[in-house]
T-cell receptor
Framework: DTAVSQTPKYLVTQMGNDKSIKCEQN?????MYWYKQDSKKFLKIMFS???????INETVPNRFSPKSPDKAHLNLHINSLELGDSAVYFC?????????????FGEGSRLTVL | DAKTTQPPSMDCAEGRAANLPCNHS???????VYWYRQIHSQGPQYIIH???NNETNEMASLIITEDRKSSTLILPHATLRDTAVYYC???????????FGAGTRLFVKA
């Protein structure tokens, strides 16, 4: 069983569209994250949720809206997509904060905005 | 911005030890050092972490200097499958926020 799974793996869309990426973890972890990896391969945190509550929002534009319906899911919805949103988005989870354990990453969702 | 600095790339011969350095000169007393790697475009994978003492697990060893300003990840017998980008990160107090820098691209050559 995949510990952290993301769907879709690939997403190609036009500028201005709205899209969502889903993430699920079956590890029983309390904390989930969204990271963005751009073309230069820098991996930057976007959001962190702990027990369904938003803990970190790294000055991400309002067009990005995470939603955590329960501890096992953290979805990412993006409105009015822009060219600069093209990147690989990684979901991750950890048992508590990273302080107490390692991050488990999904395989990534590659978003291409045309 | 990432607080750690790593060389952009390194080469290693297959079967030899790969020693990957990391500087974290601003690390505070309660911050851990974590190492991850990313193979091709897969999700990053946890390797090891430490606070003060040297650590070893089935994947690697972590050597932390006494002043904690730098560390070295050691892959004792590198294989071709160890070719990846290796990230050294400081984990901030509170633990929810991590920043990954550019990492070191390790090439293991036959």
């Amino acid at each position: 069983d995949t510990a952290v799974s993301q769907t879709p793996k690939y997403l190609v869309t036009q500028m201005g569209n709205d899209k969502s990426i889903k993430c699920e973890q079956n590890l029983g972890h309390d904390t989930m994250y969204w990271y963005k990896q751009d073309s230069k391969k820098f991996l930057k945190i976007m959001f962190s949720y702990n027990n369904k509550e938003l803990i970190i929002n790294e000055t991400v534009p309002n067009r990005f809206s995470p939603k955590s319906p329960d501890k096992a899911h953290l979805n990412l919805h993006i409105n009015s997509l822009e060219l600069g949103d093209s990147a690989v988005y990684f979901c991750a989870s950890s048992r508590d904060g990273v302080w107490t354990g390692e991050l488990f990453f999904g395989e990534g969702s590659r978003l291409t905005v045309l | 911005d990432a607080k750690t600095t790593q060389p952009p790339s390194m080469d290693c011969a297959e079967g030899r030890a790969a020693n990957l350095p990391c500087n974290h000169s601003t690390i505070s007393g309660n911050e851990y050092v974590y190492w991850y790697r990313q193979i091709h475009s897969q999700g990053p994978q946890y390797i090891i972490h430490g606070l003060k003492n040297n650590e070893t697990n089935e994947m690697a060893s972590l050597i932390i200097t006494e002043d904690r300003k730098s560390s070295t990840l050691i892959l004792p017998h590198a294989t071709l499958r160890d070719t990846a980008v290796y990230y050294c990160i400081q984990v901030y107090p509170g633990g929810f926020k991590t920043i990954f820098g550019a990492g070191t691209r390790l090439f293991v050559k036959a």
